[in-house]
């Protein structure tokens, strides 16, 4: 979003501070600048001049005029609201935020598909039977490779489609992951198996530049994740999943979460402490803070296996100790 003239009421300047507050921060903040132009443009057209008269009447008179039929779009846009009059707040402009309804209560939460080896395998031996309009199986060796990088290393699919040539570094096997979600460049380190796969696919190129894009179909250009998601969701039904009661239909963001349940079930396999680990995790993932980790960690039966394991050996211990 351009930022030349885009905030024209009188709180204006205060919102280019706040955004840029949490841009220092290293948050993209794209979103929720999109929310903070419609704050802007209520004030606008409600001829509001200053903070005094932002009552909590006024704050939820601009929330209902943007009519949200889910809970979870209007929470977002009510915390962006609360995050701006906080950071006032802070700065000693208001003596409390006009922010006071509640949020509203969700009543549906999606359970991701967690896929375990056998079913990514699957996902990974149709991709590779793609084949492109002229009848090359070019897009099935191309969506093989992206596939298993989004289950391998639980990238996002919007980092994955921006890796460049340059972005791969197979001698100290690492990509380098440039503008994510919050602006930060993060390496992420991958096995042999998966040095092996994308060092193929660099031999399969026709031509090989530094600044071409990883995974790319037609004229050069870099696989939209519209496409990939688009590719993705026509597998699905030829995979013959089972799907847990309680779980919805895979979707491609699936991948990272099954990722996050895969390393965690391998660290209680290993026997290591997860509580430890878990900030690696995070760091690996790209995230600012453990809390968002905690959204991918979702139960499986055998995560759940491996816990009670564990907490049953923990309470035999403490048991015996203090037995008489």
Not at 131 to 160: C, M, Q, T, W
Not at 201 to 217: E, I, K, N
């Amino acid at each position: 979003m351009s930022r030349e003239k885009c905030f024209k009421s009188f709180l204006g300047p205060e919102i280019e501070r706040f955004i840029a507050h949490k841009r220092s921060l290293g948050r993209r903040y794209s979103t929720e600048e999109r929310s903070l132009v419609l704050l802007d443009a209520h004030l606008l057209k409600e001829r509001i001049t200053s903070l005094d008269v932002i009552t909590p009447a006024v704050v939820d008179g601009f929330l209902l005029s943007r009519p949200r039929k889910r809970p979870r779009s209007y929470n977002h846009l009510r915390s962006v609201i609360g995050q701006l009059f906080s950071h006032l707040v802070s700065r000693g402009m208001l003596d409390r935020t006009p922010l006071q309804s509640p949020p509203r209560r969700g009543s549906y939460q999606r359970n991701p598909f967690i896929f375990d080896r056998v079913s990514a395998k699957r996902l990974l031996a149709i991709a590779k039977t793609l084949h492109d309009s002229n009848g090359s199986p070019k897009s099935g060796a191309i969506y093989f490779a992206l596939f298993a990088i989004l289950y391998g290393l639980g990238l996002r699919v919007g980092e994955a489609c921006r890796l460049s040539v340059r972005d791969v570094d197979l001698e100290r096997r690492l990509l380098i992951i440039r503008e994510t979600k919050f602006y930060k460049t993060r390496l992420v380190p991958f096995g042999s198996k998966l040095e092996a796969l994308i060092s193929q696919h660099l031999r399969h190129r026709q031509t090989v530049m530094a600044d071409q894009p990883l995974f790319s179909l037609r004229g050069g250009r870099a696989i939209n994740p519209c496409t990939v998601s688009q590719v993705f969701h026509a597998l699905v039904p030829r995979l013959g999943l089972e799907i847990p009661p309680g779980v919805s239909s895979p979707r491609l963001h699936d991948l990272r979460h099954s990722f996050a349940v895969g390393v965690l079930t391998r660290w209680y396999r290993l026997g290591i402490d997860p509580q430890a680990r878990l900030l690696d995790l995070s760091t690996f993932l790209g995230h600012v803070d453990v809390t968002s980790t905690a959204v991918y960690l979702t139960t499986t039966p055998e995560l759940l296996e491996y816990a009670n394991n564990r907490f049953k050996a923990f309470a035999a211990a403490t048991l015996a100790e203090v037995a008489p």
